[in-house]
Nanobody
């Protein structure tokens, strides 16, 4: 089981970035996927989550209306479109897969497989 996050970088406040999470070694279309982030000195926090089919999504309040999560199971990839980025979005972003039976897994403890992160830096 492998998840690889990519697409991070430096963006100006108000700008956009699209992160990708590529899966290999398992049938990703059976798993809810989540995006999490961790800023220096802070705990890892949830950002957005998507059901295995892609029909259901959930966003934390901090990113609601600015970020969009989506997935392409044929390509084994989940995306996080970040619009109107803010300096407080600066963090290492991780994607994770859940074996939970819930349609959308919204708790960090529900996630079993984690990828390496990708750094996002939003400059003001």
């Amino acid at each position: 089981v492998q998840l690889q996050a990519s697409g991070g970088g430096l963006v100006l406040a108000g700008g956009s970035l699209r992160l990708s999470c590529a899966a290999s070694g398992f049938s990703m279309d059976y798993y809810p996927i989540g995006w999490f982030r961790q800023a220096p000195g802070k705990e890892r926090e949830g950002v957005s989550y998507i059901s295995s089919s892609g029909d259901y999504t959930y966003y934390e309040d901090s990113v609601k209306g600015r970020f969009t999560i989506s997935r392409d199971n044929a390509k084994k990839t989940v995306y996080l479109q970040m619009n109107n980025a803010k300096p407080e979005d600066t963090a290492v972003y991780y994607c994770a897969a859940s074996r939970a039976t819930s349609i959308v897994a919204t708790h960090r403890d529900e996630y079993d497989y984690w990828g390496q992160g990708t750094q996002v830096t939003v400059s003001s």
